[in-house]
């Protein structure tokens, strides 16, 4: 009889006890900005998302201890506001009295917070945990050194300055084979020099003596 007299004053205290366990130093404040994050597609906040909420942090324990059953009666949470905001704490699956120190919760956060943020949809921006500060992502490794890409590239441009040179060069080469191109001067340098049709011709061509003249001369 005592013992469910025990029970009984138990289970009338719990919801005081817990908002106690609340109240002390080691729960943490979270801000959550829905609309900030969403814009027009926001949702409301609910009883639904606190689940959701515990749920997460319960998972998130789990993870990070490997061994504790944590479920979402071991999440505890108050002063819950309308901007959504609350403060939580962890209390032991083996002892519901019996808080997780405020170094492991953070721990446990920082570990799957992509995974809670995914959740709701959120960043460590919009879904706030004061006092805890988000894990810097790792830098992202690229498949192929940096030096390697510089290296391609310096080759890449060495190799077509190099086909450049050589396509100019036959260009030229090319074009000093064919040599100048003939003129209306080639008629008369091939006269002065005695050059006509491919035949020598004997003397040489006096300019000053013309056709007309040769005719005249012809007729006498």
């Known amino acids: 009889m005592l013992g469910k007299i025990l029970v009984v004053l ?17 729960g943490y404040k979270v801000r959550i900005s829905i609309k900030t994050a969403l814009g027009d597609q926001a949702y409301d906040w609910n009883e639904s998302e606190m689940f959701l ?25 108050c002063n ?13 699956p083996k002892n519901t009295t019996e808080l997780i120190p405020r170094e492991e919760v953070e721990m446990a956060v920082r570990k799957s917070r992509h995974r809670i943020n ?17 894990t810097l992502v790792a830098p992202v490794v690229p498949d192929t050194p940096p030096w390697l890409i510089v290296f391609g590239v310096v080759i890449g441009a060495v190799f077509v300055g190099i086909i450049a040179l050589l396509v100019t060069s036959v260009l030229q080469k090319r074009k000093k084979d064919k040599g100048p191109p003939d003129n209306g001067q080639d008629e008369e340098v091939r006269q002065v020099n005695g050059l006509e049709n491919g035949i020598v011709l004997e003397g040489t061509y006096n300019r ?13």
């Open 80 to 92: 819950e506001t309308p901007r959504v905001s609350f403060w939580f704490v962890v209390t032991s």
């Open 53 to 77: 909420f515990q749920s997460s942090l319960a998972y998130a324990m789990r993870i990070y201890s490997g061994t504790q059953p944590y479920n979402v009666d071991n999440i505890i949470v």
């Open 208 to 220: 000053g003596f013309t056709d007309d003249d040769f005719t005249k001369l012809s007729r006498l």
């Open 10 to 26: 138990s289970l009338a205290g719990a919801p005081a006890l817990s908002h106690a366990l609340c109240q002390s130093d080691s």
């Open 118 to 134: 995914n959740a709701f949809l959120l960043s460590d921006r919009t879904l706030e945990f004061v006092g805890i500060h988000p």
